[in-house]
T-cell receptor, first 113, second 116 residues
Framework: SQTIHQWPATLVQPVGSPLSLECTVEGTSNPNLYWYRQAAGRGLQLLFYSVGIGQISSEVPQNLSASRPQDRQFILSSKKLLLSDSGFYLC????????????FGDGTRLSIL | AQKVTQAQTEISVVEKEDVTLDCVYETRDTTYYLFWYKQPPSGELVFLIRRNSFDEQNEISGRYSWNFQKSTSSFNFTITASQVVDSAVYFCALSHGSGNTGKLIFGQGTTLQVKP
């Protein structure tokens, strides 16, 4: 069966510090991968998605970036965090063919001080 | 443009009541897919159902049922005999029918509180 791991679960970072959130998927190959952000009490905003190694599409301009160094690894990064980067970050995967359900990790609660 | 609207921000019911969560979507695609997800207080999103635009049959899974009506662009979700464990945020989502990106457009979510 497929599993998705996302860490850390919670993170408190000062403004201006770097960020690295990691997500890995097991039990499947060539998955589509996604990063979402959920602000408190709001819906999900798609940040990045990837259909293959090294292929990253950005949905919104921001100071975040994503990378996919391996088939089942997806990393969300920032060089300098802003207060507005606070939120709940969710990684998800789906089978490579379109319109398959996305399956989500447990999320990372990021607080910027 | 594609859009998903969940007009009900919060719903509160007493245990054993039936409750319907509304979802209205907008799309110009002739082929598309609709989804419902549940987000319990722990935070992870749990996939509940996927429906394609060519299948308007209603679906029932235990206490859950879904009513898809293309004529009104709605995909409503009903929980029968609600339980406290149903308390969560529920999201409706829409995806494109073509390509393999699998991108989803989510509604803003409906927070359901089931009181004992």
């Amino acid at each position: 069966s497929q599993t998705i791991h996302q860490w850390p679960a919670t993170l408190v970072q000062p403004v201006g510090s770097p960020l690295s959130l990691e997500c890995t998927v097991e039990g499947t190959s060539n998955p589509n991968l996604y990063w979402y952000r959920q602000a408190a009490g709001r819906g999900l905003q798609l940040l990045f998605y990837s259909v293959g190694i090294g292929q990253i599409s950005s949905e919104v301009p921001q100071n975040l970036s994503a990378s996919r160094p391996q088939d089942r690894q997806f990393i969300l990064s920032s060089k300098k965090l802003l207060l507005s980067d606070s939120g709940f970050y969710l990684c998800a995967w789906s089978r490579e063919s379109g319109n398959q359900p996305q399956h989500f990790g447990d999320g990372t609660r990021l607080s910027i001080l | 443009a594609q859009k998903v609207t969940q007009a009900q921000t919060e719903i509160s019911v007493v245990e054993k009541e039936d409750v319907t969560l509304d979802c209205v979507y907008e799309t110009r695609d002739t082929t598309y897919y609709l989804f419902w997800y549940k987000q319990p207080p722990s935070g992870e999103l749990v996939f509940l159902i996927r429906r394609n635009s060519f299948d308007e049959q209603n679906e029932i899974s235990g206490r859950y049922s879904w009513n898809f009506q293309k004529s009104t662009s709605s995909f409503n979700f009903t929980i029968t005999a609600s339980q406290v464990v149903d308390s969560a945020v529920y999201f409706c989502a829409l995806s494109h029918g073509s390509g393999n990106t699998g991108k989803l457009i989510f509604g803003q979510g409906t927070t359901l509180q089931v009181k004992p």
